[in-house]
């Protein structure tokens, strides 16, 4: 039996890709941290791979403490990395048998702590249960059960735990979701969550962009799409649902706009063409051909609704989203007939469905969406 340590650069590819000397410097740096922190805790290095390494322990809080120290000690550093861009590792702790061959080590207690490693958070730890029932009561830490995991090349599943050593990361859930879903509709429910759960604080970042979670510190995500995604828990929340929308000065000044085709005579503002030919099939419209505005490119709703409050011409624009501003008066929808291309999804990695957090963010949320449908 051994206590096996597994460390691997996050992103190594991209970094060498982006600046490959100093990345190889800051390597380096890391490698000579490692050895020396890894010798501090009565421990050997007995494989490097090039941005990975295996070491081997005695005591698996010996190998925690040295993995802790390590992680700490890379997070301080800038490394001279271009901006932006950071030097972080991934770490896996086993306890299991071993076979000894010369200085190597190979086996199941290897094989698993490689595994394990994978599904560490960037800058985290993740410890199979031989490991945590060794370490949990010396070392008191946020200790997160992911349950059992399915590792690739070992048979039974074995039942881990991810070490996040971000300061409050069991107190804090992390959000990323588009800015319209996020401005419009999220953010105004959100007392509600935090009345239900005082313990959790909440961080939210609005962005288009599709997160990595397994890079990412991210807890859960709203995307929008298919809903099905590699090594992601997905659950449907609503359909994309959209409807023509103008303000009122704008509709004044247009005359009548009585039947789906009218809408073809005016400036559409430029969302999404796509879903411009889906609602004029769904109204009937043969061959329809928009006169898009060539002046404005807008990437969410939330902007676009804004031009068409000013009255900059007609977009389409998800209900749902904007029910202050249509109760006011600032937004008319034209026709009740609406759209649909594709869904909203509450997404976050399988590997941590069974986090607290995001299980009473998961079950408050699908409440939420039932109460208002």
């Known amino acids: 039996m051994a206590v096996i340590l597994a460390a691997d650069v996050v992103g190594f590819s991209r970094l060498m890709e982006v600046d490959e000397e100093r990345t190889h410097a800051a390597l380096n740096a890391c490698n000579t941290a490692i050895a020396g922190l890894v010798s501090k805790h009565s421990g050997r290095i007995f494989a490097v791979a090039g941005d990975s390494f295996l070491a ?21 550093r800038s490394f ?51 490991v945590y029932e060794q370490v949990e009561q010396k070392l008191p ?16 599943p074995v039942k881990a735990y991810r070490v996040s050593l971000r300061r409050g990361a069991e107190t804090v859930l992390s959000i990323t979701a588009t800015s319209t879903f996020s401005s419009n509709w999220l953010v105004p429910r959100l007392g509600r969550f935090r009345n239900a759960n005082p313990d959790l604080d909440i961080e939210l970042k609005a962005m288009s962009r599709v997160v990595d979670f397994s890079r990412e510190p991210f807890d859960v995500g709203i995307r929008e799409g298919h809903g099905k995604w590699p090594g992601l828990k997905a659950h449907p929340l609503m359909d994309r649902v959209f409807a023509p929308f103008c303000s009122p000065a704008f509709l004044e000044a247009a005359g009548e706009i009585r039947v789906p085709s009218d809408v073809l005579k005016h400036p559409l503002l430029d969302w999404r063409d796509d879903w411009w030919l889906d609602w004029f099939n769904a109204a009937g419209v043969d061959s329809p051909k928009p006169s898009f505005s060539q002046n ?26 904007f029910q202050t501003e249509i109760q006011s008066g600032r937004l008319v929808q034209l026709f009740d007939l609406t759209g649909r291309h594709g869904k909203f999804w509450l997404v976050y990695s399988e590997a941590r469905q069974n986090s607290r957090k995001i299980v009473a963010f998961r079950d408050w949320l699908l409440e939420e969406i039932k109460r208002a449908l």
Do not use: H, W
Request: glycine share 12%.
């Open 56 to 76: 081997e322990f005695a005591s698996p809080v010996e190998a925690m403490r040295a993995a802790i120290e390590f992680q700490e000690d890379v997070s301080g």
């Open 80 to 130: 001279d990395l271009p901006e932006g861009l950071q030097m972080r590792f991934r770490i896996g702790i086993n306890l299991g048998d071993v076979i000894v061959d010369g200085g190597n080590l190979f086996g199941d207690g290897v094989n698993v702590a490689v595994r394990l490693e994978a599904l560490a958070e960037p800058g985290g730890i993740c410890l199979s249960s031989a």
């Open 141 to 156: 830490l946020g200790y997160e059960d992911i349950g059992p995991q399915a590792l690739k090349n070992i048979v039974r």
């Open 296 to 321: 404005f490119q807008f990437d969410t709703q939330l902007a676009i609704s804004q031009a068409v409050i000013s009255g900059q011409g007609i977009a389409l624009l998800t209900p749902m989203f």
